[in-house]
């Protein structure tokens, strides 16, 4: 199981990467994103059982390599940013371009931690701290992506 959650945390060894090894984990994500949003709009009932089950398994999957790799939400676990991106991916159109506006803010949001997202990594123990401040930041990469597509189109 140690291997297992080391290898979904890192996702494959994405974070392994030596240089920004977030955005090489949010990286894996995008192209993801317009696939799983007509999927959403085809299998909505599928599409959540996917969405969910990926946020459960990176809750774990991190909270394990946590144990492993011996600190709190270390570089090379990444399977939160491939969540995060995920959960921008449920506000928007099946697009590239949505796509691609989302991970830039997305990596944005990451970086900068806007409420609740510090509370959530700095208060939060175990999986769900690494994980829940890449949900927050991907909801709000969500919104400001429709938004922004809304006043462009």
């Known amino acids: 199981m140690r291997a297992l959650a080391v290898a979904l945390a890192t996702v494959g060894g994405v974070g392994y ?6 955005t090489a984990g949010s990286l ?3 192209p993801l994103l317009p696939f799983l949003a007509a999927l959403r709009d ?8 996917l969405v969910l089950g990926l946020i459960a398994v ?3 999957a991190a909270g394990r390599a946590e144990d492993v790799f011996g600190g709190e939400d270390h570089p090379y676990i990444v399977i939160d940013e491939v969540a995060g991106l995920v959960v921008a991916g449920a506000l928007l159109p099946a ?3 949505a796509a691609v506006v989302a991970f830039v803010l997305f990596r944005v949001f990451d970086v900068v931690k ?13 999986g769900l701290g690494v994980v829940g401040d890449d949900l927050v930041a991907g909801l709000y990469a969500g919104l400001v992506t429709r938004l922004c597509l809304r006043i462009v189109a």
């Open 95 to 97: 697009t590239w371009l």
């Open 17 to 22: 990467v030596p240089i920004a090894s977030g």
């Open 58 to 60: 990176a809750v774990w």
């Open 114 to 126: 806007p409420f609740p997202a510090r509370q959530i990594d700095g208060g939060v123990e175990g």
């Open 28 to 30: 894996v994500a995008l």
């Open 42 to 49: 085809r299998a909505p009932v599928a599409y959540a059982a």
